[in-house]
């Protein structure tokens, strides 16, 4: 047998619970002292009126169990403008559920309102971004892309949704690293191409995002400035050492165009001629050492005892008074020839800041997570001001280079750490802070 419903089983109660009354009703009716013409027309009424109250006591539940079930049905659908009525005014058990159906909906029209209005900003944004974005599913098939893609691949969104990675030649940065940069020439445009490779979830399954991004452009921006800031450095360089030897060349051979010749032309000569010499020597110097800036190698990491060569490159500065305080006993993957040049010049920076005022210098060095961090502290007057300290051949120090500074930054950065320098919170002086990678 089917089961009965929920409606069925309410009206058989009802039914049930009349029953004895309506019994007892014709049972008296039967026995009383009644024709038969009143038995019946009595018996029917009282039939007729419990069948009537179980029907509408079925319907009494029912109906409103329909309608919730007409407003549930909506909120699947996605029309959360439906509401139910008489869902305030009364504080029964019904109401109460009516009301929360009516707040759930409102909660879900706003939160709809909400997701729609952030697609949409996320949409837009993806069009006016100057970069390509791709969504793969788990099977390698698009199914997302930016206006930068359409444009980089020379086709449209709906020729390439849904086609698989190897068919628009994007299979090869699907794997292997996350982060890459590659030259490589695509449909739209050729160049050189950052790729950036990441993983979501959609409807529970992986997805992957590929965004690639065309460095060319950056890259020939930044070519640009640093040219011109060579090429300004170099003209500044230049003029400071032909100026006057330009002007000197003049004078000796105005001198030598006397006749007869000054009785002291020989000491003229000799001292214009050793003026030009000394230009040409701060000039060679000058070259000599961008030339080393510029051909500085890729570091071959070895392991390096740190303690030790900190206290070496402390004993080649006999000019100051140098302390260097303990610390942890550890060894680094570096490149010890450049780690020592890096040390010598910052040690030496350090002696020519603290030697006028008679200081001294202090090293030391401690871990920081997974970072060795070398300080090198002098109690000089300190820095009067830091936008140029890695500015290239730019030096406060008479006859300073220039590059010492920048030659260990480019140390720190090729070993995968930096370089900063700042005044002393606790007094005068400056402090610099070498930080290389450290795996214990």
């Known amino acids: 047998m089917k089961r009965l419903t929920h409606e069925r089983r309410v009206q058989m109660l009802a039914l049930a619970s009349g029953l004895p009354a309506v019994a007892l009703v014709l049972w008296e009716l039967g026995t009383g002292p009644y024709s038969p013409k009143v038995v019946w027309t009595a018996g029917l009424a009282v039939v007729g009126c419990w069948l009537g109250f179980a029907s509408a006591t079925r319907e009494k539940v029912a109906s409103p169990l329909r309608t919730i079930s007409t407003l549930l049905e909506a909120l699947r659908e996605g029309d959360y403008s439906v509401r139910a009525k008489g869902a305030a005014g009364s504080e029964d058990a019904l109401t109460d559920v ?18 729609l209005e952030a697609t949409t900003l996320l949409r837009k944004v993806m069009e006016e971004i100057d970069v390509a974005i791709f969504a793969f599913d788990e099977s390698q098939r698009l199914k997302l892309v930016n206006r930068s893609a359409e444009r980089l691949l020379a086709q449209p969104e709906e020729r390439m949704l849904d086609l698989p990675a190897a068919r628009l030649g994007l299979d090869e940065f699907l794997g292997g690293q996350a982060e890459q940069t590659v030259q ?13 490779r990441s993983s979501f979830r959609e409807g529970g399954l992986p997805h ?17 400035l640093a040219w011109q800031r060579l090429v300004r450095v170099l003209g500044h360089e230049l003029n400071n050492s032909l100026a006057p030897i330009k002007s000197i060349a003049g004078s000796l051979e105005t001198l030598l165009k006397r006749d007869p010749l000054a009785g002291d032309w020989k000491e003229d000569a000799l001292r214009g001629l050793s003026v030009i010499g000394s230009r040409a020597e701060s000039l060679a110097r000058f070259i000599g050492a961008y030339a080393t800036l510029a051909r500085l190698p890729r570091p071959v990491p070895a392991a390096v005892h740190v303690a030790e060569h900190i206290r070496r490159a402390a004993a080649m500065e006999p000019r100051v008074r140098i302390t260097v305080e303990d610390g942890p006993d550890v060894i680094v993957s570096a490149d010890s020839d450049q780690l020592d040049q890096a040390l010598i010049n910052l040690i030496r920076n350090a002696t020519d800041a603290a030697l006028p005022e008679g200081g001294s210098v202090t090293l030391r060095w401690r871990i920081e997570r997974w970072l060795l961090v070398i300080e090198v502290e002098d109690n000089g007057p300190g820095l009067a001001a830091t936008a140029n300290l890695f500015v290239p051949f730019f030096t406060t120090k008479p006859g300073g280079s220039g590059i010492g500074l920048v030659l260990c ?11 900063t320098l700042a005044n002393r919170e606790n007094g005068p002086g400056c402090v610099a802070r070498l930080r290389l990678p450290y795996n214990a």
Do not use: C, K, Y
């Open 409 to 419: 930054r480019q140390i720190a950065e090729a070993h995968g750490g930096d370089l």
């Open 184 to 196: 490589r020439a695509f449909p739209g445009a050729t160049g050189r191409w950052g790729i950036s």
């Open 208 to 224: 992957q995002l590929l965004v690639i991004t065309d460095l060319t452009r950056p890259l020939r921006e930044e070519e640009l």
């Open 98 to 115: 009516m009301h929360q159906v009516n707040a759930m909906s409102s909660t879900l029209r706003a939160q709809r309102l909400g997701a």
